[in-house]
């Protein structure tokens, strides 16, 4: 990330402590998993063009907000296809017993592999991950967002996103894993779906899935 001219900011939204980022580049505003609390997070990026909200897959601790969110700020909302279903029911009793803000709207944008979102001078490209949820992504930063990639819940420090609710695949989510460690550079901080941020070097070296 070019500290120069972009900023990364966060919010911990829901009873889960998910992140919600918003990357700001020239003005303009990528948010990633507005999981709740939209109308407070679209109260403090008052001062930029959010361009897009987007989501790392459907579940509905990140994509609580959404709706709300878009309906403030006007911009479009994208999403995995294989998820683009799940996300209408997150204001509905989960299978965990969980129900979030709202549910989403219809996806203004399905993304798919290589898909690439421009926000300012950065851009963020698609990385299908699925395993956690079917339509599981990563956004990988390029641009003047190189160096930072939103993993969702696919990887947390030490570990990885639970498989064992509807549509998981643990298989997937290795093979996922995996992928990542190849394609994604040692020196990129991850943003994760909940906790603290990580890099990839220090998950090739202490992630016991990624070896």
């Known amino acids: ?6 900023e990364l ?37 008052g001062d930029v063009r959010v361009v897009c909200v987007a989501a790392t897959h459907g579940h509905g601790d990140h994509v609580g907000g959404v709706a709300v969110l878009c309906r403030e700020t006007g911009a479009p909302f994208a999403i995995h296809a294989a998820d683009a279903e799940l996300v209408r029911h997150a204001g509905e009793m989960s299978e965990v017993g969980r129900s979030y803000d709202e549910n989403a709207p219809a996806a203004d944008r399905t993304l798919a592999e290589g898909d690439v979102i421009a926000v300012g001078t950065a851009t963020f490209t698609v990385m299908e991950t699925p395993g956690h949820t079917p339509g599981g992504i990563v956004l990988v930063g390029g641009g003047t967002a190189e160096g930072v990639a939103f993993v969702g819940d696919t990887l947390f420090p030490g570990s990885h996103g639970r498989t064992d609710l509807a549509g998981g695949n643990e298989s997937q989510i290795m093979a996922s894993l995996s992928r990542m460690a190849e394609e994604i550079a040692p020196e990129t901080t991850l943003l994760c779906g909940h906790g603290p941020a990580t890099t990839m070097a220090r998950e090739l070296v202490a992630n016991p899935f990624l070896r």
């Open 1 to 6: 990330m070019d500290e120069k001219t972009d």
């Open 9 to 45: 900011r966060r919010y911990v939204v829901t009873p889960l402590a998910t992140n919600c980022y918003a990357y700001v580049s020239a003005g303009e505003c990528l948010v990633v998993d507005p999981g709740g609390s939209g109308a407070q997070v679209a109260e403090h990026l």
